[in-house]
């Protein structure tokens, strides 16, 4: 009988694609011991070996030293080094039997990508600084190249890059080169600043030294008509901003750099460019600068409390949270207040807003209310009367009836006592039409 069956199995093997499926029969195919890992016990693709002299595959023991693990699972010693290095002979015989058993349905395992190693990512620093001394423009670009190309291949060459400090060096190479003639250098700074923005991505900037020819090169890309490089110029100003108030001078002081930013929310080129934009923005505005008034100033002349309330109408949560906040910055000053009250958009979109974004928009909200609601230097009348028609003295007692943190509880607070005042001689608008919104006073 168990001749029978392997005479079946061979003819039904050597028949290959001659006989269909169903005639072959269930044929179970085991796979050797040496090639399962002895983590997940499961057919190893990508075979490397820890230092114990174990091999496992690479996804499993990645996993356990995300963990926290230094030990070697099977011989429990603890590891010389975590760098998992790839084992091509087993890797290649993997491979083999796999081709072995192609007609039994097992699929041939591709050949991996080796995931760069910290000392290939240091060699990489060396070049570039390397580079950088020398001025080699053309060397640098490449290395620079090499770098967007490997973080974008894998999450772990993202990764080994982000713990390498690749971001500080290559802030520093785009210093190097800020510094002499920005048509020169054009090209490599470009390919640097759009290696930049993919690792600020997953990298904190705190390394990355930013001096006032950085800045003036970032500002150049971001009034540049190419939308990449104007793209990659505000991701990495995101990062770097509000890192130092002391950039936010620096950035202020820039020439056009406010404009470019202004004209990213007017003209806007993508999503991730708009809500980026509106982030440096917001930390320029509410920045503990000495140039604070003058930056909320600039902006307020530039037509952007506008833009945003226009913007807040049908704004998703994130652009929403982040526009509230500017304007939050914005009525801090008194041309900003002012310009505030003058538009017919301001009170109905902030009342709108409490209770239906998130928390966070709902605190701007009420912030900005409470702040164009209290100006001790203009009479108010106007702004309560209609803000009691929007149906704000309502939605300030459910939220503190929902609760919310101090500071917001004590500004609806004081709020309701003002608006308390003139509740008995106006009626409520019922619902609010944001197309021909006029005052009523």
Known sequence: MMISTWRKRRAARLAGKQRPESEMGDIEVTIPNHF????????????????SGMTYDRESIEKWIEAGNVTCPVTNKVLRSLEPIPNHTVRKMIQD????????????????????????????????????????????????????????????????????????VLSYAFEEFSKASFEENFAVLDEILSSLAVLLLHDKATNCPVSDASIDAIVLFLKSEDLSARRNAILVLKELVPLDYRKVEMLSETEGAM????????????????????TVIYHMVASPSPANAKII??????????????????????????????????????QGREEAYNHALTIPV??????????????????????LCMDKKRENGGVLVEAIQRNAFEKLLVLLQVGC????????????????????????????????????F
């Open 36 to 51: 399962r890992c002895p983590i997940s016990l499961e057919l190893m693709k990508d075979p490397v070996t820890m230092s």
């Open 97 to 168: 039997w796999c081709v072995l058993n192609s007609s039994y349905g097992i699929e041939r395992i591709p050949t991996p990508r080796i995931p760069v190693s910290s000392e290939e990512a240091l060699e990489i620093h060396f070049k570039i600084k390397t580079a950088c001394k020398k001025g080699d423009r053309i060397g640098c670009q490449n290395l620079a190249a090499k770098i967007k190309a490997l973080a974008k291949e894998s999450e772990r060459n993202t990764s080994c890059l982000v713990a390498t400090g690749t971001a500080g």
């Open 259 to 278: 404009e470019a930013l202004f004209k990213l929310i007017k003209a806007p080129i993508c999503h991730t460019a708009t809500k980026a934009s509106l």
């Open 297 to 334: 100033d600039k902006f307020v002349d530039l037509g952007l409390v506008s833009l945003l309330l226009e913007m807040l109408v049908d704004a998703e949560r994130s652009l929403c949270e982040k526009a509230l906040g500017i304007l939050d910055g914005i009525c801090d000053s008194d």
């Open 350 to 371: 902030l009342i709108r807003k409490i209770h239906r974004v998130s928390d966070l928009a709902m605190k701007f909200s009420v912030s900005i209310l409470f702040k």
């Open 405 to 440: 943190d101090q500071r917001t509880k004590e500004k609806a607070t004081q709020l309701l006592r003002v608006l308390n005042v003139y509740r008995s001689r106006v009626d409520c608008i019922d619902s609010v039409d944001f197309k021909n919104v006029k005052r009523h």
